[in-house]
Every structure is written in C-alpha cells, then in structure tokens.
C-alpha cells in the first residue's frame, strides 16, 4: 500500500479519508483527459498519488459502515493503464459547529507513474505523522 496525505493506494483499489465521522459531506469528481490543473485557492489540503486500473472503471464506494450502493463513474478516458489522483479537501476544522460540511474534490487523469505529492497543506497537516 502506498498513501500520501488522506489518499491511500492498494492494488484494484482507492480509498479516499473524509474529514467528518458523521454529517454531510460534498464531494465532486472530474475525470478527464489530461491534468485539470489542483484548485489552489478553494481548498485546505491537496494530495495526488498514482494508480494503476486494470479495467478502466472507477466507481465510488460507500463511507465508512455505510450501506450506500456503488456509484459507477464514466470510464476513464484512457481505459486500462496508469492515471494520476489528485484528491482537494475543505473544511476540516468545522466539525461540531454549525458549518459541519465538508467539501471533497476529486480529479483523475491519464498519466505516467509519478511519486505521491503533498500540493497544499495546513501547517497542522503537516505537522502530524
């Protein structure tokens, strides 16, 4: 397994850490063709991490202990082969307040295999581990 900020890769599989145990949570995905380019501004902590799909599916997965059904995604643009994840996430200090959402982004790409990156992070982020 090899994972980077609140990503994480297995083989077959991604699993992507939301902020909150329980509550709404946001979370948009842009599957394109090439880099979308990391939203900077809109978000506290970005990671990215390669991944290898043997069928060029992707489908979200139910959150923790949930029993949400799976969500298939369109096929990725390149088919079988290597892509790039890019996971953004906001709002991870808002827990227990009445601003309890959390936003999640996720972006994936074709690309060449590539060290995990940490793009931007919270200097508590940062100092944890």
């Not at 501004?41 to 979200?60: D, P, R």
């Not at 202990?65 to 390149?78: G, K, T, V």
């Amino acid at each position: 397994m090899l994972s980077v900020g609140n990503i994480q890769v297995a083989k077959n599989y991604v699993s992507l850490w939301t902020t909150h145990q329980w509550g709404p949570t946001n979370f948009t995905v842009t599957i394109a063709d090439r880099d979308p380019g990391a939203d900077l501004t809109g978000y506290e902590e970005i990671a990215e991490i390669s991944y290898t799909s043997a069928s060029g599916q992707v489908a979200l997965v139910g959150f923790n202990y949930s029993n949400l059904p799976m969500s298939p995604l369109p096929p990725l643009p390149a088919g079988p082969g290597t892509y790039r994840v890019r996971y953004h996430v906001k709002g991870m200090d808002t827990e227990g307040t009445d601003d309890a959402t959390d936003d999640h982004y996720l972006q994936i790409w074709p690309s060449p295999l590539e060290e995990p990156a940490v793009i931007k992070a919270t200097p508590e982020a940062l100092n944890t581990g």
